[in-house]
């Protein structure tokens, strides 16, 4: 097979990778550098900025719509090359040609978050054991001479974003600009928590002393983002953080895509109350 000539992106981070592991890893002789450890060990300090995912859909956006548009997803998640050789690097995913004869087990591959994490997420984040949040919170270290103080503020949650993964990313993206201020810090699992590491390890046994509730804890409020199909409701981890939002008088509320229209919101309105 050919070279793929659709190569991966890199990430939408300035400084070298091999300076963020040692700025991550404490490494470095700046002595604003050496609170990263320490905030890489604290789920409430795991949070993004709204501009930063903006940024992110917006670097991603035309490879994630080409990626799509040449391959399927099988019923086990791999990817459907619909091109033969495929151009692409597929980034760690499971790929391989289409079969005719399999075609009714194929679905076409969306741009959502389960996407976003394994093709970019993951790859990006690998090298440096970190989570993308982490990785971009030591990028603006560098970048911007950030202290001790500020390098907290910059990540420390102040909106809990309740989703799931099966949304659009694009929608997703759009609702948080849409519906909060570019500079709030927001937290998102996906971006939050190291993709890279035993997910099951790092949520443990203990729901309360989890990363999902301390960050939710932190918060000062909770956001649900959600689409027509209101799928988030069905989702046990997210009916268990509205649990949780009412149990610690959390305000929590439900924001749509911007493009939504009324007929849509109608829906939503409808598939709850009916539930």
């Known amino acids: 097979m050919a070279s793929p000539s659709r190569l991966h992106p890199k990430p939408p981070t300035r400084t070298p990778q091999e300076r963020l592991r040692r700025v991550l890893q404490g490494s470095e002789s700046r002595k604003a550098y050496q609170v990263l450890p320490e905030l ?123 989703h799931c993964w099966n949304e659009l990313f694009a929608d997703f993206s759009s609702t948080l600009a849409s519906k909060l201020d570019s500079e709030t810090v927001v937290w998102v699992c996906s971006l939050g928590i190291d993709q890279n590491r035993n997910i099951g390890a790092e949520i443990g046994a203990d729901l309360l002393g989890c990363p999902f509730a301390l960050a939710l804890g932190c918060a000062s409020r909770a956001l649900l983002v959600t689409g027509p199909d209101v799928e988030p409701l069905s ?30 919101v109608l829906q939503i309105v409808h598939a709850i109350l009916n539930g």
């Open 40 to 162: 890489r060990s604290d789920p409430r300090s795991w949070g993004i900025k709204v501009k930063f995912i903006t940024k992110l859909c917006a670097h991603i956006a035309e490879d994630m719509r080409c990626y799509c548009e040449d391959h399927r997803i099988a019923d086990d998640y791999a990817h459907i090359c619909l091109r033969s050789p495929c151009p692409w690097e597929h980034a760690g995913a499971i790929a391989r040609p289409r079969c005719v004869s399999h075609a009714s087990e194929e679905a076409p591959l969306a741009a959502n978050m389960h996407l976003v994490v394994q093709r970019y997420i993951k790859p990006w984040t690998q090298p440096l054991r970190a989570s993308y949040s982490t990785m971009v919170v030591a990028d603006e270290a560098v970048q911007r001479m950030h202290t001790q103080q500020t390098l907290r503020a910059i990540c420390t949650t102040e909106v809990f974003i309740s």
């Open 235 to 264: 989702r046990v981890w997210c009916v268990l953080e509205a649990h949780l939002a009412f149990l610690w008088k959390k305000p929590y509320d439900m924001e749509l895509p911007p493009s939504m229209n009324c007929e849509l």
